[in-house]
Nanobody
């Protein structure tokens, strides 16, 4: 397994923006961001693998979200703007060998997560 460490979470006002980082101890072809709000199931937010031309996004965030990777350092980023209270959740990064999928069960490595709280 690869060790993943997220950072960059915190509290932000609605309409604000944030940038999350995920430092990986080793390179993995596929890395992604997932989030889990209180009382809800975890959902995929954005996934990116080096085999694709474009990353994929959750439909509710795709117009205000960007995932990027610094492949040499193995760092994954997530930038989100126009945040709203529905974005409040624990955001976790995940990694797997092979093509990206939206299925959490396909990911073998997970970070501990970072809390994002958006207030209205």
């Amino acid at each position: 397994q690869v060790h993943l460490a997220e950072s960059g979470g915190g509290s932000v006002q609605a309409g604000g923006s944030l940038r999350l980082s995920c430092q990986a101890s080793e390179y993995r072809n596929c890395m992604g961001w997932f989030r889990q709000a209180a009382g809800k199931e975890r959902e995929g937010v954005a996934i990116s693998d080096t085999g694709r031309c474009y990353p994929d996004y959750l439909k509710t965030v795709q117009d205000r979200c960007m995932i990027s990777r610094a492949t040499v350092q193995g760092t994954l980023y997530l930038e989100m703007n126009s945040l709203n209270p529905e974005d409040t959740a624990i955001y976790s990064c995940a990694a797997r060998i092979g093509d990206c999928t939206w299925s959490q069960r396909d990911y073998t490595s997970w970070g501990h997560g970072t809390q994002v709280t958006v207030s209205s």
